[in-house]
């Protein structure tokens, strides 16, 4: 924004970041022979998209994940984070942008079995920037929002499965991340408690979440807002 349009309180016209951005994005393994288990790979994520990679197995949504997810980098192309590239970022320097940007949902829940659920959200503070005076309160606050004040005191082995889910739904966004990352969210789960994190995800996305889900089931990804296939390490967005 110039001193000018301050001056006479005009809105700026310099294009906002998005969340993700990368242009051309390859990911090769070595072998013999190598696999490109992505293709020159276009992808630009606004905040408060809700957007769903689905492909079939072997199609490259972990190697996808991995790298939206700072824990791989591509071997050429651009990764934009908020505008910032991350590609010659140190790994210190990518691990503080993952943790500050990025909360994390797996299939297999990961909680600690003998903490309980307010403990398991807490942890995630620690090393995610949340003031120590605050902790408390956020992870109160992100149970909350996951509709689990009822069960803070509880352990994790408990709870079911969609409970599970919940409190790792928590302990991702307690530090308000500006991307939750789900790598099947639901996988683990029955129909009921699937529809229950999936309701979940349309309320957190309500709330001006961006939300990014990669699944190989077209029902949790027929939820998303944008949709996009993976194919042989290709993306195509559906219409
Ligand atoms: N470290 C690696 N070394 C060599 N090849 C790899 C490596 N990781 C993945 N691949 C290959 O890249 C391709 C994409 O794999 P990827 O794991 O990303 O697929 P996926 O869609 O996540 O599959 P699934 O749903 O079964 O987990 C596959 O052909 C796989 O064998």
Known sequence: ?????????????????????????????????????????????????????????????????????????PTSGEYLLNGSPTGTASESDRSRLRGGSIGFVFQSFHLLPHRTVLDNVLLATLYSGVPRAERRDRALAALHRVHLDHRIEFLPTVLSGGERQRVAIARAIVAEPQVLLADEPTGNLDSVNSAGVLDLFDELHGDGLTLVVITHDAHVSDRAQRRVRISDGRLTELA
């Open 1 to 73: 924004m110039s001193i000018l349009d301050v001056l006479l309180d005009e809105p700026s016209t310099e294009p906002v970041p998005a969340v993700i951005e990368f242009a051309a994005l390859t990911r090769s393994f070595p072998g013999d022979p190598p696999v490109t288990a992505l293709h020159s790979a276009d992808l630009r994520i606004e905040a408060g998209d809700y957007l769903s990679i689905i492909g079939p197995s072997g199609s490259g949504k972990s190697t996808l994940l991995h790298i939206l997810g700072l824990l791989d980098r």
